[in-house]
């Protein structure tokens, strides 16, 4: 079997081609952690491309969302996943901003939340929605309580329960 000219020349090139890669991708610079100098740069690396409390709301908003839809669909199963997530999120969100866990604890998560979680759980739509409406005051309140009331004046907070008819 004989190999045709260009065939050859692709097979002779290949091993140039291989080792060529190799030395750009050797060359490339560290990457944005491991190119840290020590362990604390690397950490105050982190600790800046993690943020504070900001991100952790901004997964809570989107949930919170998520819920809305959830409910105006009778997924009532979905509703509370995304509930229970709403909590660990704002727990992960102190943990990087203690300052933010008086209020959010008070305000939300040791009152408030427990009603929300049972009321979706009991699959009573008109419970739900009014638990729904609840856990919004609260998520306002606790916004007012850390002198951040402008996060209240979006559509997120627009979010209202259909009229439910009685059962």
Not at 83 to 92: D, Y
Not at 111 to 129: G, P
Request: with cysteine.
């Amino acid at each position: 079997m004989m190999l045709s000219r260009a065939a050859l020349i692709a097979l002779l090139a290949l091993p140039v081609a291989l080792v060529t890669h190799a030395d750009e991708h050797s060359a490339s610079p560290p990457g944005w952690l491991t190119g840290a100098d020590n362990d604390q740069s690397r950490f105050e690396r982190l600790q800046q491309y993690l943020r504070g409390f900001d991100q952790p709301m901004w997964e809570v908003g989107e949930r919170y969302q998520a819920v809305h839809t959830a409910l105006r669909r009778n997924n009532f199963e979905l509703a509370g996943y995304h509930w229970e997530k709403i909590r660990t999120t704002i727990e992960n969100g102190y943990m990087k901003r203690p300052k933010r866990k008086a209020n959010a604890d008070a305000i939300l998560l040791n009152t408030t939340w427990a009603q929300v979680r049972d009321a979706f759980a009991s699959h009573d739509s008109r419970k739900a929605w009014a638990a729904f409406e609840q856990a919004r005051d609260a998520c306002m309140a606790c916004h007012a309580a850390e002198s951040v009331s402008f996060m209240n004046n979006q559509p997120l907070f627009e979010l209202n329960a259909p009229a439910v008819k009685s059962e």
